[in-house]
């Protein structure tokens, strides 16, 4: 009987904590595009995968009238940040030219405007969950 009763108090445990967490969607679009060229890479990452590991979400999208957006959907409340990179020949990675500048626009969250490589503290924001919408400038 003990054992029942433990199972059932880890499933109502177990269904309250699922019912808590809440997910939505983050929508992330680049308006300030100079050409049609390629398209427009997007990647979501938390603090220990941030430009080291695979990132949680990733999108990609055309480029309209010089704007591409991408929807992140069913993200769990958390901090990330967003690179978003234009890839004109669609290769899937940044070019650089001979002396190590990037060949190609890249941005991130919270456009912050940095010399060098994105920065986990410039680029991270709060999800509560809900929804959300942002515009990220290269």
């Given at each position: 009987?003990?054992?029942i009763?433990?199972?059932?108090?880890?499933?109502?445990?177990?269904?309250m904590?699922?019912?808590?967490?809440?997910?939505?969607?983050?929508?992330?679009?680049?308006?300030?595009?100079?050409?049609?060229?390629?398209?427009?890479?997007f990647?979501?990452?938390?603090?220990?995968?941030?430009?080291?590991?695979?990132?949680?979400?990733?999108?990609?999208?055309d480029?309209?009238n010089?704007?591409a957006?991408?929807?992140?959907?069913?993200?769990?409340?958390?901090?990330?940040?967003?690179?978003?990179?234009?890839?004109?020949?669609?290769?899937?990675?940044?070019?650089?030219?001979?002396g190590?500048?990037?060949?190609?626009?890249?941005?991130?969250?919270?456009?912050?405007?940095?010399?060098g490589?994105?920065?986990?503290?410039?680029?991270k924001?709060?999800?509560?969950?809900?929804?959300?919408?942002?515009?990220?400038?290269?």
């Amino acid at each position: 009987m003990k054992t029942i009763a433990v199972l059932i108090a880890m499933f109502l445990g177990a269904l309250m904590n699922a019912q808590t967490e809440k997910s939505g969607n983050i929508t992330a679009s680049v308006s300030n595009i100079s050409n049609a060229d390629g398209e427009v890479l997007f990647a979501m990452y938390t603090e220990d995968t941030f430009m080291k590991r695979q990132p949680e979400f990733v999108a990609k999208s055309d480029i309209v009238n010089g704007k591409a957006t991408a929807v992140f959907e069913n993200v769990p409340e958390g901090v990330y940040a967003i690179v978003v990179l234009h890839d004109k020949n669609k290769n899937g990675k940044m070019d650089f030219g001979p002396g190590g500048m990037p060949q190609e626009n890249y941005g991130t969250s919270n456009n912050s405007m940095i010399y060098g490589p994105p920065n986990w503290g410039d680029s991270k924001f709060d999800f509560d969950g809900s929804s959300m919408e942002m515009d990220i400038r290269f």
